[in-house]
């Protein structure tokens, strides 16, 4: 007689016997990327400009967004007591795909989430924002001249101001971008902040920076890298990269697993630990990092973007590095100029 045969290894995050719900913190921000890669935009500065998913490809990614959209729901079940932000990074166009509207409509309804945005270049129609509760619902948004005309853009923009949506609004530094920049800073509604991405492998003067500076008082958050490594971030504790098949990792720029959502395999470390990474130069990870005052910079907006004290710009503001640049540092985790 053989033997009883030992089960097959089960691959991360499919179906079987459930392991105990880890320990949660009282607040969770997690940011999630499926495959989703296709995008209507053609922005020089983005490698998946015009690309175009398969219907495969399409399917997938709707599937793994309603599986994290139901692990979120499930939490005052499994972690009672914890709160939960979403903050949703396409590699392409989100909102133009039905399944992440229903998405941010489901997730905003929720009474333990917090907040939940996206990052998008606000291409689609809006209507459906009326579904939402607006109290937790908020876009990330980013206008790409030459892609869309000024009135188009601001259109939508004076759009979601009357209907009450939260969002921000930042453009990609790119010396052609400038005065589409100051027009658009000079017609948003007085109370939607305006930010600036440095561009990717781009190096500022400090007279550059200081035009720059004037329409985002926070550019020079962005205009260096900032020095990282060993250094206290609350990515792997209160903030948690996630990506379609539930792999968890501290951030979207650091590769090490932590384990799987769904199987609870996963395990963070509980405070602030330090980074790996010699630098950081992407909004959405050095935003994180203790050493720097974001989090009270951002405070009841971390993660769409929105300051909590809206800054004044001036003309004649001049950029205060907070850091002191990485030397060599580069700015390769900048993605489609919107993190």
Known sequence: MHGALSPAPRAPGAPGRARPAPELPPHLTLLYRGPLASCDYDCPYCPFAKRR???????????????????????????????????????????VRSWYRTAIVRLS???????????????????????????????????????????????????LTAAGVRFSVGVVGEPDHLEAARRMRAELPGDVYLWVNAAEGRTYTDGEAAEWQALDPHFHYSRHPHPSLGRPCRTGDSVLSVDADGGVRRCHFVD????NLYDGSFARDPGPSPCPLTSCDCHIGYVHLESLDLYDVFRGGVVERVPAVLPAASPGAAPTPPCTPVPGGTTSNRRRGQT
């Open 53 to 95: 998913d398969d219907p495969g490809t399409l399917r997938a990614d709707r599937a793994a967004l309603e599986r994290f959209a139901d692990w979120v729901a499930d939490r005052p079940a499994e972690n009672p007591g914890t709160r939960v932000s979403v903050l949703f990074t396409p590699w392409g166009e989100g909102l």
């Open 109 to 159: 309804r929720l009474p333990h989430v917090e907040r939940v945005a996206i990052q998008t270049n606000l291409s689609g129609r809006l209507g459906w924002l009326a579904d939402c509760d607006l109290s937790s619902t908020a876009l990330w948004t980013t206008y790409h001249p030459g892609q869309v005309s000024h009135e188009r853009f601001l259109a939508k923009a004076r759009e």
């Open 256 to 259: 090490t697993p932590m384990g």
